[in-house]
């Protein structure tokens, strides 16, 4: 009976697996062209200042339009795209994309906000990445200061000395560096005071227990504690109800994100909220006059 059974999970195994290597390199195949064929584009979601209302930052988010599987999210394609290195040529061209729509909309008269650009561990390792950086910037005209890079906490944790270099050569340039997903990789306290981070982007994971548990909240409250003594700016991702907002708040939150507060837009879509709110979110301010 066993040997049947083994049997048949062997049967009924191998042909999946194929599947999935077939999936992955249809995948791959398509994903070498998206460049070529212009099928990326760039999601923007605001940061809000909790207590002004005031939009702060736009985070680029990265989708594919795929001619048979319709928008693709990061998640189904940057993993692959890290594996198999696409994601250098593919995050050059979100950086280049990222600042023409800036330099674009302050062309249109919108106030000028700074722009937040996630980057992988293996587009940081690449060399050449900060020349790429700094050549970029160059070619669109667009100041330093008016970029952001999100790495996230656990390859913080992993790279130390080389990573501490490159990141105060960016700093230095004015180019400001935020810690995305943190919170989750137990990060110390004195390798945040080395490393030259001006934001912190506290994990959704304590975002969504906020309301609910003692231990969330309390770790929410040291990570604000945290970035308030050490002069970085704490921006809560995730925020998807009244409830952590309010809570936030109360716990002297300065920034935060989420689907409550606006949701991911594609460039015009964010041009016409710019313009509307003239960069303030209705949610905040409707808790902010409670
Ligand atoms: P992330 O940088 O932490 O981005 C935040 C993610 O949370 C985004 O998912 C966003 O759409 C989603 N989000 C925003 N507000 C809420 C909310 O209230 N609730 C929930 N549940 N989710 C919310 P998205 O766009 O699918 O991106 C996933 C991840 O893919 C990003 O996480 C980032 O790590 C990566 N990614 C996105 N664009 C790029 C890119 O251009 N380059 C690289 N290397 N990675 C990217
Ligand atoms: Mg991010
Ligand atoms: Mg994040
Ligand atoms: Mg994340």
Not at 63 to 85: C, M, N, S, Y
């Amino acid at each position: 009976f066993a040997k049947e059974q083994g049997r048949n999970t062997y049967r009924f195994f191998i042909p999946s697996i194929n599947v999935e290597v077939e999936e992955r390199l249809y995948l791959e195949t398509d994903l070498r062209q998206a460049l070529n064929l212009e099928q990326f584009m760039l999601f923007y979601q605001p940061e809000f200042n909790l207590h002004t209302g005031k939009v702060e930052c736009l985070e680029t988010l990265l989708r594919w339009q795929h001619p048979k599987r319709g928008i693709v999210g990061p998640g189904e394609f940057i993993p692959l795209a890290e594996d198999t290195g696409l994601i250098v040529p593919i995050g050059e061209w979100v950086l280049q994309e990222a600042c023409r729509q800036v330099i674009a909309w302050r062309e249109q008269g919108l106030p000028s906000i700074r722009v937040a650009v996630n980057i992988s561990a293996r587009q940081f390792r690449q060399s050449g990445f900060i020349e790429m950086v700094f050549r970029v910037l160059k070619q669109y005209g667009l100041a330093a200061e008016w970029l952001e890079l999100e790495i996230t906490e656990s390859f913080v944790i992993q790279s130390a000395e080389h990573a501490l270099n490159m990141f105060k050569v960016l700093r230095q340039s004015g180019i400001s560096l935020a810690v995305d997903d943190f919170g989750q990789g137990y990060s110390s306290l004195s390798y945040l005071r080395k490393f030259p981070f001006t934001k912190l982007k506290m994990d959704r994971a304590f975002v969504k227990n906020v309301v609910n548990d003692p231990h969330d909240e309390a770790i929410a409250a040291a990570i604000i504690a945290m970035g308030d003594s050490l002069g970085q700016e704490v921006v809560a991702e995730g925020i998807e109800t009244r409830e952590q907002l309010d809570t936030l708040r109360t716990l002297g939150c300065p920034c935060g994100q989420g689907y409550y507060l606006a949701l991911p837009m594609e460039g015009p879509k964010m041009a016409e909220f710019l313009q509307r709110v003239t960069g303030d979110s209705p949610a905040v301010l409707r808790a902010f006059r409670k």
